[in-house]
Each structure stands twice: as structure tokens, then as C-alpha cells.
């Protein structure tokens, strides 16, 4: 989600990337959860899967591109990721200190330390350890002159990645790779090396084919291929459900080719003339994905303090999407030097 501020903008990225952030919350809120089950899955554990993959993607394009080009960005950009990361623990590990941390100060700070260096400071920043490890990692096998294996090596992780998840009930019966898909260990490996790493380097392989795409004004050949890939990536959904393959539908074959022509068809369509409302987007897709739980822990909390219910699902999802939009586009408009690093 983070990009260096000379980069050029691609506004309808910008645009989606506030769309994405929308679909986290879904995965957090359950929408629908009290109309109808399979309704809900479809909104929360199925289309919500394009966000977090569309993040890693976009931001592995942008510093590669950087990279590429023999720019200094290394440190700065992890400097800025390593700031956001500790700006948004300290906040959520607060909330833990209200919540119990007073009764054992020395117990917290030590678990505090330890969730961050693990990238678990709160349920969702893992993404920002994921995309810290992705940096470093590429930016090593860059300067190490493997930038030709690179591509093949992400794709290989990316498979194995989804026989632990989308085709687990199939792939726990392989020697080895069972155990470790079964192991208390699979999560984090998924998140760093088997999602986090593959999708950001997919960025670099849409720089490859970027290229050749702009050469054409012609569109009808990328939407063909769109909506066939899009139809694959439903049939595969249907398929691994029905034949109760999966453990979940967080990573899947064709999701990673779904990403490629979401993205392709963005960077075809850039939108140009919209580039203010695309920053007010960025900074609501920023704001949103960071303070989410937050936001959605203090409805909860003020729901029951002045109601006495439960807030339902799709409830909390309205409100969440709408409060977080708010702020980060007041934070945005503020042009507050101190507030903006809440959105960037």
C-alpha cells in the first residue's frame, strides 16, 4: 500500500486500492452474516480474497520499477514501512493496555516486543511485516545478480502456497509437505514466503508485459481474456468447494492470474483526468486498512454502552467503511503535516 511520493501516479490504482480496503472490512465484519451464510462466505471469504494479493502486487510494481532503474530507494522505503508498522502497533498495543496491560506491565512490554518482531502487533499488520520481508528479500536476490530466477522461483512458492490452503485436503497426503501444511508454523511461512513474496514480485512480471500492452490501443483482447480468467477463478472456487479441497479460499490458482489482468486493465485505463479524487481515495484506503478494527472495536464498545445489543455484521461493515472513509479523507483535505503520517 505504501509508494514513494515521486512515484507516478496511476489514478485508477489509487482508485481500486480504496476498493481492496473496503474488502478487508468484509473479511473482519462478516457483511450479510444475518441475512444468509452462503451469502456472506461469497462476501467475505471469496471476493475479499483479490484485496490483500491487489496490495502486495501494486507496491512490488512500483519499488521494482525503482529498483530497476538503479534508484536509492531501499532504505527509504523501509524506513517508511518500518515507521507506519510502529506508528499503528503502539496504537493497537494501547488499546491492549487498557484492556489488560495495566495489570501486568512487565508481561505486556513483553509481549508487545515480541508480537511486533513476529508482525503480529494486531491481527492485520502482518501485511506490513509480509511487505517488509518481500522488500528485502527481492532487493537481495536483485543484488545478487537473480533477477532472471526470481520470477519462476515466486511462481513455485505461490503453488505450494495454494496446496496448503485451496487444495489442502488433497496435498495433506503428500509426504513432508502434509506436515507441514498441518504445522502451527504453515501460517506465517503462507503469509511471508507463500503469498507476500509471489505476489509482490508478480509487480515486476507486470512490468515485463506492461510494456507490450501499451503498445495496443486495442482493449477487446485484454477484457476477452479477462472474462475468462475471471470465469476460471469462479469454476475453481465452485470446484474445490464442492469437492471439499480447501481449508480456505484465501490463495487460489487462478486468483494470481486474476490479479494480473485486474491490474493490466487498470494500468490501461489510468484514469488521469480523476487524479484528485484518486488521492482522496488513497488516503481513505490507507486510513481505512490501518485503523479498521479500531474503528470497529469503539462501535462495538458504543453500541452496547448506549443500546445494550450487539452491532449486526452488515451493520458494522456500513459504518466501519463509512467512518474510516471520513476520516482519512478529513485527514487527507487537513493537508496536516503531523496527521498525514496516520494515511500514508
Given at each position: 500500500?505504501?509508494?514513494?511520493?515521486?512515484?507516478?501516479?496511476?489514478?485508477?490504482?489509487?482508485?481500486?486500492?480504496?476498493?481492496?480496503?473496503?474488502?478487508?472490512?468484509?473479511?473482519?465484519?462478516?457483511?450479510?452474516?444475518?441475512?444468509?451464510?452462503?451469502?456472506?462466505?461469497?462476501f467475505t471469504n471469496i471476493i475479499?480474497?483479490?484485496?490483500?494479493?491487489?496490495?502486495?502486487?501494486?507496491?512490488?510494481?512500483?519499488?521494482?520499477?525503482?529498483?530497476?532503474?538503479?534508484?536509492?530507494?531501499?532504505?527509504?522505503?523501509?524506513?517508511?514501512?518500518?515507521?507506519?508498522?510502529?506508528?499503528?502497533?503502539?496504537?493497537?498495543?494501547?488499546?491492549?493496555?487498557?484492556?489488560?496491560?495495566?495489570?501486568?506491565?512487565?508481561?505486556?512490554?513483553?509481549?508487545?516486543?515480541?508480537?511486533?518482531?513476529?508482525?503480529?502487533?494486531?491481527?492485520?499488520?502482518?501485511?506490513?511485516?509480509?511487505?517488509?520481508?518481500?522488500?528485502?528479500?527481492?532487493?537481495?536476490?536483485?543484488?545478487?545478480?537473480?533477477?532472471?530466477?526470481?520470477?519462476?522461483?515466486?511462481?513455485?512458492?505461490?503453488?505450494?502456497?495454494?496446496?496448503?490452503?485451496?487444495?489442502?485436503?488433497?496435498?495433506?497426503?503428500?509426504?513432508?509437505?502434509?506436515?507441514?501444511?498441518?504445522?502451527?508454523?504453515?501460517?506465517?511461512?503462507?503469509?511471508?514466503?507463500?503469498?507476500?513474496?509471489?505476489?509482490?514480485?508478480?509487480?515486476?512480471?507486470?512490468?515485463?508485459?506492461?510494456?507490450?500492452?501499451?503498445?495496443?490501443?486495442?482493449?477487446?483482447?485484454?477484457?476477452?481474456?479477462?472474462?475468462?480468467?475471471?470465469?476460471?477463478?469462479?469454476?475453481?472456487?465452485?470446484?474445490?468447494?464442492?469437492?471439499?479441497?480447501?481449508?480456505?479460499?484465501?490463495?487460489?490458482?487462478?486468483?494470481?492470474?486474476?490479479?494480473?489482468?485486474?491490474?493490466?486493465?487498470?494500468?490501461?485505463?489510468?484514469?488521469?483526468?480523476?487524479?484528485?479524487?484518486?488521492?482522496?481515495?488513497?488516503?481513505?484506503?490507507?486510513?481505512?486498512?490501518?485503523?479498521?478494527?479500531?474503528?470497529m472495536i469503539c462501535i462495538e464498545?458504543?453500541?452496547?454502552?448506549?443500546?445494550?445489543?450487539?452491532?449486526?455484521?452488515?451493520?458494522?461493515?456500513?459504518?466501519?467503511?463509512?467512518?474510516?472513509?471520513?476520516?482519512?479523507?478529513?485527514?487527507?483535505?487537513?493537508?496536516?503535516?503531523?496527521?498525514?503520517?496516520?494515511?500514508?
Open positions: 500500500m505504501t509508494m514513494t511520493k515521486t512515484q507516478t501516479r496511476v489514478c485508477s490504482i489509487d482508485i481500486f486500492r480504496w476498493i481492496c480496503s473496503i474488502l478487508v472490512v468484509a473479511i473482519h465484519s462478516t457483511p450479510f452474516a444475518e441475512i444468509n451464510q452462503q451469502l456472506s462466505i461469497i475479499p480474497t483479490i484485496g490483500v494479493p491487489f496490495f502486495f502486487t501494486i507496491s512490488g510494481y512500483y519499488y521494482i520499477k525503482k529498483l530497476e532503474s538503479n534508484e536509492k530507494v531501499f532504505f527509504p522505503y523501509i524506513k517508511r514501512l518500518i515507521l507506519t508498522y510502529f506508528i499503528w502497533s503502539c496504537i493497537y498495543f494501547l488499546y491492549d493496555f487498557i484492556k489488560w496491560g495495566h495489570t501486568n506491565i512487565k508481561g505486556f512490554i513483553s509481549n508487545c516486543i515480541i508480537l511486533f518482531m513476529k508482525g503480529e502487533s494486531f491481527y492485520h499488520l502482518w501485511f506490513f511485516a509480509a511487505l517488509i520481508f518481500s522488500v528485502c528479500l527481492t532487493t537481495l536476490i536483485f543484488k545478487i545478480k537473480g533477477k532472471k530466477a526470481i520470477i519462476p522461483i515466486s511462481v513455485i512458492l505461490y503453488i505450494i502456497g495454494c496446496a496448503g490452503c485451496s487444495y489442502y485436503n488433497l496435498s495433506t497426503k503428500i509426504p513432508v509437505l502434509g506436515d507441514f501444511f498441518s504445522s502451527e508454523y504453515f501460517t506465517t511461512v503462507r503469509r511471508f514466503l507463500l503469498m507476500a513474496f509471489p505476489f509482490f514480485v508478480l509487480g515486476f512480471f507486470l512490468q515485463k508485459i506492461e510494456s507490450r500492452l501499451m503498445l495496443t490501443n486495442n482493449n477487446k483482447n485484454l477484457y476477452t481474456i479477462s472474462f475468462f480468467i475471471l470465469l476460471l477463478w469462479v469454476s475453481e472456487i465452485i470446484l474445490i468447494t464442492v469437492l471439499n479441497w480447501k481449508t480456505n479460499y484465501i490463495i487460489t490458482l487462478s486468483l494470481y492470474m486474476l490479479i494480473i489482468v485486474i491490474i493490466l486493465i487498470l494500468l490501461k485505463n489510468p484514469m488521469l483526468n480523476y487524479s484528485s479524487f484518486s488521492k482522496s481515495c488513497r488516503s481513505m484506503a490507507n486510513f481505512m486498512y490501518f485503523s479498521h478494527p479500531l474503528v464498545l458504543l453500541f452496547q454502552k448506549i443500546f445494550d445489543i450487539d452491532v449486526i455484521p452488515t451493520l458494522m461493515f456500513l459504518l466501519t467503511i463509512s467512518i474510516t472513509s471520513l476520516l482519512g479523507l478529513l485527514i487527507h483535505k487537513s493537508n496536516n503535516r503531523f496527521l498525514s503520517i496516520f494515511i500514508n
